[in-house]
């Protein structure tokens, strides 16, 4: 009877903070956690999971709420969990002849490979480890396991530095002449325990707790406390997963790899995880423990090795990685164990893979009938995809081969050495590029991996932190780089004979896993037929349409490669940059009256002209969207310091006249112009409305080369856009003037040219009278960097250097409002001034050409909000393309 009283009780209290896997609901993810939720799925499926029981991350948060302090009868429902476990398992918690050990392992909604904390081995004490040498007449493996408790216990419950132990174990290696750890002799193991022991006595300041009902409580409040260490909060941030998520914590009865030879433990991704190829991938550990693998403290062999050696694990290996996709319907990351030839899941999640991995495995799946054509858009992270549109080493016949190692994370990179994370960051933030080479990294390392071009490792394998991390972020990363020896007093690595020092350039292959000395060239990638296809897939599916900011014809013809379906942005600005057309606008700039000035532009026309003309001739049968010059004048010129210093030179060496003259002049223009704010000084519409001519050269330009095109058979779909917009009066005169130009210039050619006017909303107070402005404007395009800066009252520049990023370390915002759109605030703006402009002007396009046109959580707000198109630069169209199939796809399922 109080048997059945204690299994109610267990059954009433597990709805609160703790689940057993066998009785949780698998759907819940949020609240077990993803590793939770699939242990929990497994072992309702019968699949050879270890039994257990998972800690709600509502615990997590609770115990943060509470100060630090578990939730009111947490524990207590731990015991009786427990007490369910060591009847399922047969064994005793801390009992002197069968103890029960387990695993305690954190387990966020969202996976965070390697960024919160594992206890292994928890149970083991003076006592409990005798009984485990009796039980698994391995003395060696039994005292083996203890140490390592301790080591993680210290580590992971105290913060203690692994490296006084490892030394130990260096040590007692040396003195009996063994190079593997599984060598050492029994007494050895006894030994270094008993070290540890001391060490961990000696570091905490207290004695290793024997209590095993103890050593369970601080673990738990171990992995409560890893969600918010440095490391977590770090990764967190970079992935914009939310801190309110918290972390699960799964306690699960221990199988052991290190019995012997016939055990071992490994990693496996159902599929290739930097190329998608359908083929098992991974790697193992013979007589060895999880935590060896995925914290690359050994190198393992790849998994096709225990075909041979353990035959029939790797047949049920393949048998379950099968089974496990079918039925998770994605790509699986598995962890598993092999005691004494028996195989064991520890945890399967969805396998992190890179962009070009991610768009094969959809595309596959697709055709395998797995998965459904709005399913595989969903599958691919939008943002990566740039990985695929990113260059490669070109040229590296020339230079020397300073390492190879194991092709981790694909694609290239160039930078300086760095040795260490702190260095990179600091590198990284005055505008070094660099390239973190480590033994191997640790989560402690996050922001270093950040902050690199990509990462080289001396140990660990293809499943270890680096490669996990790097594939994730899209870092290109060569691990295993046995033959390469870091000197951390000197700064500076060795291999074969070769030396740089930390500073020195290296350039990176993480497609072959190749490090050359030197700065190698680059190359583009190309488009794979899978990426094709996904991409005609989202262009079935989307609303949206996704223009391109282009500039030059040669831009114009990349983007419409890429898929653009028209320029969004031409900024005309960028046409008078070349070294041959500075001086003609200066001495626009320099024009003291309009006959002046109108005798400059006329040698700028014919350029901008031709300009045109290209743009129309790529963009054949698109719209193009051609911005009236925008930049403060001032920018054309030098700066006030140098023309200072150029004119005081030229007196000292006795200059000609006439070019002293004219530097005197220039410098006079300059301190004229200067400006307190140039980007709400004479820039925009001001210049137009002040400087008539600049406009009325830009229009005629426009028309005629629209005119010329049209005549040799190329359709143009012209839309001309007025800058920065204050008042609708300013868009009324500038309006007016333009069309008289344009119909004067066609009459001239004798061309009918059909093109709208609109302008570029980029100042509040356009989106707040936007329903004045569109009576006449035929379109909206939101201008949403600048938009930002003046919402923001922020100069980006400044605030990106100076307090951007303390305001983002402190979570004042959530982000940076340059790289994602302020949807609570500048997002209103825009959403208010379309709705406004279209009860005004039913038909008002409307469309962003910020920055934000690229970004994938931008893209979904514009497609929420109704707006017709986005604009992005070239290399970004494909990301644009699927991230707004997928918003389309997303706001169908939420409906």
């Not at 994370?421 to 480590?438: F, H, M, S, Y």
Request: proline letters at 5%; a negative charge; charged letters at 25%.
């Amino acid at each position: 009877m109080a048997q059945v009283q204690d299994v109610q009780r267990d059954q009433a209290l597990t709805t609160r903070w703790v689940y057993s896997f066998d009785q949780a609901d698998p759907k819940n993810r949020n609240l077990l956690g993803g590793k939770g939720a699939n242990l929990a799925q497994m072992v309702q499926w019968g699949f050879p999971v270890p039994p257990g029981f998972t800690i709600t991350t509502e615990a997590c948060n609770e115990y943060w709420a509470r100060g630090g302090k578990f939730p009111e009868g947490l524990m207590d429902e731990v015991a009786l969990a427990i007490l369910r476990l060591e009847r399922t398992a047969g064994k005793r918690f801390g009992d002197a002849f069968q103890p029960l050990l387990v695993s305690v392992r954190s387990g966020a909604p969202v996976s965070m490979p390697g960024m919160m904390d594992t206890i292994l081995n928890l149970g083991l004490n003076d006592l409990t480890v005798r009984a485990l040498a009796n039980q698994s007449q391995d003395p060696a493996f039994a005292y083996d396991s203890y140490r390592r408790l301790i080591q993680m216990f210290a580590n992971v419950v105290f913060n203690v530095s692994l490296e006084p132990f490892e030394h130990a174990l260096r040590a007692a290696k040396a003195k009996h002449g063994v190079e593997r750890d599984r060598d050492l002799p029994p007494d050895a193991w006894k030994d270094l325990v008993a070290t540890y022991l001391k060490l961990f006595a000696e570091h905490v300041g207290q004695p290793f707790p024997q209590d095993v009902n103890v050593q369970l409580e601080l673990a738990i409040e171990a992995v409560f406390r890893s969600w918010n260490s440095p490391r977590a909060i770090v990764y967190r941030k970079a992935h914009g997963i939310p801190e309110t998520l918290g972390t699960a914590v799964n306690v699960q009865a221990m199988v052991f790899g290190n019995m012997g030879d016939d055990s071992g433990t490994g990693v496996i991704f159902t599929r290739h995880p930097s190329t998608g190829e359908p083929v098992l991938f991974g790697e193992f550990l013979s007589n060895a423990q999880g935590e060896d693998v995925v914290a690359g403290i050994r190198t393992p062999q790849p998994i096709a090795d225990l075909a041979h050696t353990m035959p029939h694990v790797y047949e049920s290996l393949v048998a379950l990685a099968k089974q496990l996709e079918t039925r998770f319907r994605d790509m699986q990351d598995v962890e598993f164990t092999v005691e004494r030839g028996k195989l064991f899941v520890l945890q399967t999640r969805s396998g992190k893979r890179t962009a070009q991995a991610a768009v094969r495995i959809a595309i596959d799946m697709l055709h395998e009938g797995l998965i459904q054509p709005e399913e595989a858009l969903l599958r691919v992270d939008a943002q990566h995809l740039r990985q695929l549109l990113h260059r490669r080493l070109q040229g590296t016949d020339a230079l020397p081969v300073f390492a190879k190692g194991l092709p981790a994370s694909p694609g290239a990179s160039v930078g300086r050495i760095v040795l260490d994370a702190d260095t990179a960051v600091e590198w990284a933030q005055r505008g070094e590029k660099v390239v973190l080479v480590r033994p191997e990294t640790t989560p402690e390392d996050i922001h270093g991996v950040l902050a690199a071009e990509g990462v080289v490792t001396t140990h660990g394998g293809m499943t270890s932190h680096a490669a996990v991390v790097a594939r994730g972020i899209g870092k290109p990363a060569v691990c295993g780089c046995d033959g390469v020896h870091i000197d951390f007093e000197a700064r500076q690595v060795e291999s074969n004979g070769v030396v740089l020092k930390e500073g020195d350039v290296i350039s990176v292959d993480g497609g072959t896993g190749t490090v050359y000395v030197g700065e190698a060239q680059m190359e583009e990638a190309k488009m794979a037929d899978e990426l094709k296809e996904l991409l005609s897939i989202a262009d079935e599916v989307r609303r949206l349409r996704v223009r391109a900011n282009a500039d030059t014809p040669e831009d114009a013809r990349r983007a419409r490669e890429f898929g653009a379906e028209g320029i969004g942005l031409c900024r005309t600005e960028h046409m008078f940059l070349s070294p041959d057309r500075v001086p003609l606008v200066q001495r626009m700039i320099l024009a003291t009256t309009s006959a002046e000035r109108q005798a400059a532009l006329s040698k700028l026309l014919p350029l901008q002209v031709s300009d045109f003309t290209a743009i129309f001739e790529a963009m054949d049968g698109l719209p193009v969207t051609i911005r009236l010059l925008d930049p403060p004048l001032h920018e054309f010129l030098p700066r006030e310091e140098e023309l200072a210093e150029r004119l005081e030179a030229l007196r000292a060496q006795g200059a000609p006249e006439d070019e002293i003259a004219e530097t005197e002049q220039l410098l006079r223009q300059a301190r004229y112009l200067r400006e307190a704010n140039p980007m709400m000084g004479l820039r925009g519409s001001r210049l137009g409305i002040v400087y008539p001519e600049i406009y009325d050269m830009q229009m005629e330009a426009i028309i005629t080369a629209a005119a010329q095109a049209k005549r040799r058979g190329i359709s143009v779909e012209l839309e001309v856009m007025l800058p920065l917009i204050g008042s609708p009066k300013e868009l009324r005169v500038l309006r007016e003037r333009m069309e008289e130009i344009a119909k004067r210039t066609m009459e001239r050619e004798g061309v009918e040219i059909e093109y709208r006017i609109g302008t570029m909303i980029e100042v509040p107070r356009a989106a707040l009278t936007a329903d004045q402005i569109a009576e006449d404007a035929q379109f909206f395009s939101f201008g949403t960097n600048d938009l930002t800066q003046m919402t923001f009252a922020f100069s980006r520049d400044d605030a990106e250097g100076k307090f951007l990023s303390v305001y983002l370390d402190r979570e004042i915002l959530p982000y940076n409002p340059f790289e994602t759109l302020d949807t609570e605030g500048v997002g209103k703006l825009i959403q208010w001034a379309v709705e406004a402009g279209r009860k005004r002007r039913p038909d008002l396009k409307a469309g962003v050409c910020g920055e934000h046109g690229g970004d994938p959580a931008s893209i979904a707000f514009c497609e929420d909000i109704g707006l017709d198109y986005v604009s992005c630069s070239p290399f970004r169209i494909p990301v644009a393309r699927i991230a707004a199939a997928q918003a389309a796809v997303r706001k169908r399922l939420t409906g």
